[in-house]
């Protein structure tokens, strides 16, 4: 009985012999793949990107030439919406979750750098002189540089040139007081409805007016505002004297029905806006107007300046402090930053380059709308680098959109403006006085 189970076990062995050594060969195979590919494995770099709105969905066509010319680096992109944005890289700070490497709006950096998130690139290789000063500016906090700007947003004047050229400025007015001229002759021989578009519920057109004429909106510290100082005392009655007269409708951009048809049917001539409306409009203005609009620079405040100062807008990208593969993570900052790639990255989204040279470029130096903002681009100034800043300016247009309506004089919305920018600065105040550095 025991010598015939030891023959069924023996060729039960032999039956099985075949498969074991088949499974022996697949081990084996599967020993030197793992042995051969884990070195490459355990030497690749990922690093993680977050890009936002559009730009984060167009960058993913970029990544493929990065990673070929650095075989050791992957990139892990994550698209977040804008709207979604702030809140989102805030709550990862919180948490200790941060990005390697994101966009980030300019004026976000400053918060960011009050709470310690970001990492100081002094490192980054990029030719500094190769970017606009006022946009570089957006990204020096203290002194010290936290962002490479990526791509650039500014407003200049759009305007029916049609309609301008009839009332003797055919390529726009240069100074506030031709700015003001034009306005009452448009109205005098009734070439349209309004001189200009300026909706009441947005900040940028007071800041901007504000810079032209030199204001600084907070006082030398950045903890108290300066809304009565003389300079920006001015702009605001300027502001407000073109609706007095009439010159520009006292609406709020949610009370503007259609602006492409309405400007298409002079119900203002110009309107001060942003390089996304180049391709707007193109695409809704009707073909019999294309030859009808252009861009200029703002109006400077007097002869003095060449044009006015318009604001450092766009994004940059940052490194997070927590990240453990910053110089992977400079590296792609310093690729995305080559200017055959702000090229190409204009080509995809549209965003404005934020080197200088990237404007030589066919697809922008032969377009006719964009020379505006190029020249523009030379005279624009950061706002003020506190953290508050975006509240700020949502109470600055509030105190706007009130006087114009008549709820307030100028006279006591400036000093409400004051009051309420130093409540919204006192935490700012509070900080800096236990600084060891005061």
């Not at 995305?336 to 934020?354: M, N, W």
Request: overall charge neutral; some cysteine; aromatic content about 10%.
């Amino acid at each position: 009985m025991q010598n015939a189970e030891c023959r069924i076990e023996n060729e039960e062995l032999k039956a099985a012999r075949p498969f074991l050594n088949s499974a022996f060969c697949i081990l084996h195979s599967a020993f030197i793949f793992l042995s051969c590919t884990a070195p490459r494995n355990s030497q690749t770099t990922v690093i993680e990107f977050w890009g936002l709105g559009r730009e984060g969905e167009v960058v993913a066509e970029m990544l493929p030439e990065f990673e070929r010319r650095n075989p050791g680096i992957r990139v892990s992109l994550q698209q977040i919406p804008w709207i979604a944005a702030h809140e989102k890289l805030t709550t990862a700070h919180v948490g200790e979750a941060t990005p390697d490497v994101a966009q980030i709006g300019n004026t976000w950096i400053a918060e960011f750098v009050t709470m310690r998130a970001l990492e100081e690139l002094g490192a980054v290789r990029v030719d500094r002189s190769d970017y606009f000063p006022g946009i570089w500016a957006t990204n020096v906090v203290g002194g010290k540089l936290y962002g490479i700007p990526w791509y650039v947003d500014t407003r200049v004047l759009f305007y029916r040139k049609d309609l301008l050229a009839a009332v003797g400025y055919p390529t726009g007015p240069r100074t506030w007081d031709e700015w003001l001229d034009a306005m009452e002759k448009l109205r005098r021989a009734r070439k349209s409805n309004y001189g200009i578009l300026m909706p009441t519920n947005e900040h940028e057109h007071i800041e901007v007016l504000a810079m032209s004429n030199g204001a600084t909106f907070l006082n030398a510290d950045g903890t108290r505002g300066a809304f009565r100082e003389p300079r920006f005392r001015d702009a605001f009655a300027f502001y407000v004297e073109l609706f007095r007269r009439g010159y520009a409708p006292k609406v709020s951009n949610t009370q503007v029905a259609n602006l492409y048809q309405q400007f298409a049917q002079a119900d203002f001539a110009m309107h001060i806006t942003g390089p996304w409306n180049v391709g707007e409009f193109r695409r809704r203005l009707p073909a019999n107007m294309q030859d009808k609009w252009a861009t200029a620079p703002l109006p400077a405040r007097d002869a003095s300046a060449k044009m006015g100062i318009s604001f450092a807008g766009g994004a940059s990208l940052v490194v997070f402090r927590a990240s453990t593969k910053k110089a992977a993570a400079r590296k792609l900052i310093e690729f995305l930053s080559e200017p055959a790639q702000q090229v190409r990255f204009y080509e995809l989204c549209g965003d404005l380059p934020a080197r200088r040279s990237a404007w030589s470029a066919p697809a922008l130096a032969n377009d006719p709308h964009f020379p505006a903002f190029h020249t523009q681009l030379e005279r624009v100034a950061p706002f003020p680098a506190v953290p508050e800043w975006e509240q700020i300016a949502t109470t600055l247009y509030q105190h706007g959109e009130a006087t114009v309506r008549g709820a307030m004089t100028p006279q006591a919305a400036l000093a409400d403006l004051d009051r309420t920018t130093d409540r919204i600065l006192e935490k700012r105040r509070w900080v800096l006085s236990r600084s060891p550095a005061q």
